[in-house]
C-alpha cells in the first residue's frame, strides 16, 4: 500500500487538539490499514519516530435527511505517539 493513501486526513478537534500537546496526533486513516503500516507511514511523510500506535473504528452514527432513515460511513482512526520534542509541523501551523 502506498504511504499517501494510508493517512486520508488529520483529525481536527478539540479533544485531538488536547492529545496534540501529549504529543500524540489523531489521523483518518484507510479501513485496511495496520498498525505497523500506519507508524511506516507516518514516520516515512512527516520525518518522525513514532512509538506507539492506537487504532479504533468510528461507528456510524444515525442520520435522518427529510423522511429516510440512514447512518453515515464508518471510518477508521489513529492516535500515534511520538517521543518528547518531536512534532509534525503540519500541525504546528494551524
Request: charged fraction near 30%; charge should be positive; hydrophobic fraction near 45%.
Amino acid at each position: 500500500m502506498i504511504y499517501e493513501q494510508i493517512l486520508i486526513e488529520p483529525v481536527l478537534s478539540e479533544k485531538a487538539n488536547g492529545l496534540r500537546e501529549e504529543g500524540k496526533y489523531v489521523f483518518k486513516v484507510d479501513f485496511s490499514a495496520t498498525k505497523i503500516q500506519i507508524k511506516e507511514a507516518v514516520r516515512r511523510l512527516f520525518n518522525v519516530h513514532p512509538i506507539a500506535c492506537t487504532v479504533m473504528v468510528v461507528a456510524p452514527k444515525p442520520k435522518r435527511l427529510r423522511n429516510r432513515a440512514g447512518h453515515t460511513a464508518a471510518w477508521k482512526k489513529a492516535i500515534v505517539r511520538l517521543p518528547k520534542g518531536e512534532k509534525i509541523s503540519l500541525f504546528e501551523g494551524v
